[in-house]
């Protein structure tokens, strides 16, 4: 398989492309400025989105794309910041629509993150792929905009990744979530009530696989364990793992304070489940909270 790849230096995408190549596809990863990889081979190939639009042929028989690009939703939420966050989005989703229909054979799919924020925030409801956006706050506002920008891409076949929290030792949120607890101040955030829809990285690379071979599946996918858990439990685990306590309550106006809106990520969350590729026969390797903590801590 011919694969282009967005994002192909980030936390996910890097572990994308890693799996990629050690299964013996071809990966191009798209950026934006120029210059060779430091492993740059015959499988593995770098180009800019201005050469991709000044020769869209570049890509010949090209099977697929994964867009993963974006700015760092962890900064502070200033006016510019956000704009960054928004516009990084839907540059590289539209930079992806021009550059398809320039094309004379199209990929066969398009693989676009997301984000489980579009549902919105809740502590009672479920969510699934089936329910509808919920725009309440800055966060779930991009996402239906990136969505939407997605929608434009005249592919057979696009794949709208709904992604989770991406737990990973070595990237991610999780070095940052595991920080307080390592000097023995770790405790729930704000009510603790608050749900955390988290995915291992190795499951969130082995979804974007599946998402890529399996024809039949279209549409929004959550990108989420199938055993969401509240702030406190996560707490409580990681704690365990670490052999640290868990009793160092951080009260919710300390977040705003330090954070501002960002603070929203950490007070408030969503309880996605990945029904679909459930349905479609995907098996999580870390389904529970407590089998990831073990990898991700290296004891039980």
């Known amino acids: 398989m011919k694969v282009a790849v967005t994002g192909g230096t980030g936390f996910v995408g890097g572990k994308l492309v890693d799996a990629l190549l050690k299964r013996g596809d071809e990966v191009w990863i798209i950026s934006r400025t120029p210059g060779r990889l430091s492993n740059e081979s015959k499988n593995l190939r770098r180009v800019t989105w201005n050469e991709l639009e000044a020769s869209p042929g570049l890509l010949g028989n090209l099977d697929a794309i994964v867009n993963l690009a974006g700015e760092s939703i962890n900064q502070r939420w200033t006016e510019d910041a956000k704009v960054r966050i928004l516009q990084s989005r839907l540059d590289a989703t539209e930079h992806i629509e021009r550059i398809i229909a320039k094309m004379e054979k199209k990929p066969d799919v398009v693989i676009n993150a997301s984000g489980i924020s579009i549902y919105g925030t809740s502590q009672e409801a479920v969510f699934d792929e089936n329910s509808p956006p919920d725009v309440t706050d800055f966060l779930s506002g991009v996402v239906e905009k990136w969505e939407e920008a997605a929608d434009r891409i005249d592919v057979p076949r696009l794949v709208k990744l709904r992604v989770g929290i991406v737990l990973g030792r070595k990237g991610g949120a999780f070095p940052l979530m595991a920080m307080p607890y390592r000097f023995f101040v770790g405790g729930k955030v704000g009510s603790g009530k608050q749900w955390l829809s988290w995915i291992h990285i190795e499951d969130m690379t082995r979804l974007l696989l599946f998402c890529l ?66 349905s479609h026969g995907f098996e999580f390797r870390y389904p529970t909270i407590s089998s990831a903590m073990k990898d991700l801590v290296g004891r039980g």
């Not at 990681?238 to 300390?254: D, E, I, K, Q, S």
């Open 213 to 278: 071979d399996d024809p039949n599946i279209s549409g929004p996918v959550n990108a989420a364990a199938p055993e969401p858990v509240t702030n406190d439990a996560f707490g409580r685990v990681l704690g365990a793992a670490l052999r640290r306590p868990h009793w160092f309550p951080v009260p919710a106006v300390m977040l705003n304070i330090l954070f501002g809106e960002l603070s929203l990520l950490l007070l408030e969350g969503q309880r996605a489940l990945p029904r679909k590729a459930l």
